[in-house]
């Protein structure tokens, strides 16, 4: 049996620890991440989703329990080390580019993820062919801005920069946190598309949340629901391939 | 025409300032009031070496190292002891005045009869004030051009995403506090050699010369922007120093119009004001002119 890439046990995250008003957002968390698992992740406003990813992510210390890669404990290393494995796209548009920096140079920056940056010319000219065909793919005149500050793009165009960014040094995991949710229909229908393209072609482990319940039978192989802090549902292959909205719905109804 | 001159040659000499504050407030988008105390420390260290014996090249860089070390301190408060900037700033300001004091050992220590940097027989065969222009643009000329490869290269753009997208540039494994706290040492060690310029350059160093200094450094980066406009980075650097000689010109006008040297402060404080609010005279100015021109088509 091959070892799963991520694992985490019995995780717990609390907020105003040693108030009365003491919470466990995470509470006594089970969840395993095989290789190549594409996972989307449901749950109610303060289930712990995006809790969930900041553990994951290293922007929240963990409480209790234990976060492995590849059965070697990570939940002390910094958000920066846990950058070597993990990329993010997250929901707002502002916060996954630098809005001053060009198309290009953001690309370049996401390129040394996780990397030594050192003090040798940063050589953006010779990459510029290279990404203008990486963003000619995203068919929304990215390529056309590759010298325009990401500040003066639309949110679609700076969402997809950012996807593209999380995907161009590819990452052993990767977080989608509602990644499409800020965007009108027709601009979120095509990232979720790229997407789903990007991560079947690079067979990419991925978590993705959404509120989106078709997305989330549509997507993936696998399909976890959060609840209080545990994960209350977790279904993949054919059985996620035979459930319906209907089905999900009821369930919703009976946690509540 | 000897007025001139000076005015160029002090505005080169203090140009460093602005390259150096242009690092924190610019590009890491923060008001860094450390300045105000690693000014006169520089002053202070390069008097002092020099008094010692040290050449004033050594003397000089000295002061570049203490005050990054300086801003190393603002830096550890800031990131590691969570205190706000400004605050942080504002005690190693306070903390320094003692400290240049005590390097001192008074109020005021003069370089008279003591060699300086400006004092070789090349420079002094200039005409009077072109020594100053002589070294200040040397000095902007190297301190710009390694400013503006230092951006260029990989760390030198982690650097700019820090002050341009925290979250992002962490999630790309770029150690922000680390790059703060760069950005703190070499702001700050450009600062300080820019005291150590200027005190060989006057003659003396004194203790109270660090006041203003945020102003006039700001005053530099400002003006610059205000004046040429749009610009890439690399330009708004050596728009820096451009910058700093307008504003001599400035103070050479208001002279002229009869303040004197006390009002210096007063009054670079209301040209600072003004060009920072500027953007905001043009908008209000420009909407004036759409509705009056939305009227005369009504008309």
Known sequence: MTEPLLQLKNVVVKVNRHTPEELQILNHLNLTINQGDFITVLGSNGAGKSTLFNAIGGDLAIDGGQIKLRGQEISRESVEKRTRFLSRVFQDPKLGTAPRMTVAENLLLAEKRGQHRGLLPRQLKRQLPRYRELTAAMHNGLDERLNTATGNLSGGQRQALSFLMATLERPELLLLDEHTAALDPKTSDALMTLTNQRVQEEKLTCLMITHHLEDALTYGNRLIVLHHGQVTYDVSGAEKQALTTERLYEFFKEIE | ?299
Not at chain 2, 45 to 63: E, M, V
Request: aromatic letters at 8%.
């Open chain 2, 1 to 299: 025409m000897n007025m001139m001159v000076s005015a160029i040659g002090q505005g080169l000499l203090w140009a460093v300032l602005g390259v150096g504050l242009f690092l924190t407030f610019r590009i890491l988008d923060f008001a860094d009031m450390t300045v105000e105390g690693t000014f006169p420390l520089g002053a202070a260290i390069c008097a002092a070496a020099i008094n010692a014996g040290l050449s004033p090249l050594t003397a000089t860089l000295l002061a570049f190292v203490v005050g990054s070390l300086a801003g190393l301190i603002t830096g550890l408060l800031y990131t590691k002891g969570h205190i706000p900037i400004l605050l942080a700033g504002i005690l190693m300001m306070t903390a320094c005045y003692s400290i240049n004091l005590r390097i001192m050992g008074r109020a005021n220590v003069s370089l008279m009869g003591k060699p300086t940097l400006f004092k070789n027989t090349f420079l002094q065969s200039l005409p009077q004030y072109f020594d100053s222009v002589f070294v200040g643009t040397a000095v902007m000329v190297v301190v710009t051009a390694i400013v503006i490869y230092f951006l260029q290269t990989s760390l030198g753009q982690g650097f700019i995403a820090t002050g341009d997208n925290q979250t992002m540039a962490r999630s790309l494994g770029i150690n922000t506090d680390n790059m703060k706290m760069m950005g703190l040492m070499i702001s700050n060690g450009l600062i300080a050699f820019g005291g150590a310029l200027v005190a060989q350059n006057n003659g003396y160093a004194d203790v109270n010369m660090g006041i203003g200094i945020i102003v006039i450094a700001l005053a530099s980066i400002i003006i610059g922007e205000v004046a040429f406009g749009d610009l890439t980075l690399n330009q708004r650097l050596v728009a820096v120093t451009l910058g700093s000689i307008l504003y001599r010109f400035v103070l050479l006008i208001v002279l002229k119009l009869g303040f004197n040297a006390n009002d210096l402060n007063l009054l670079s404080a209301i040209v600072l004001a003004l060009c920072m609010m500027l953007p905001v005279f043009k908008q209000s100015f420009n909407l004036k002119h759409v509705l009056k021109r939305g009227l005369d088509t009504n008309d």
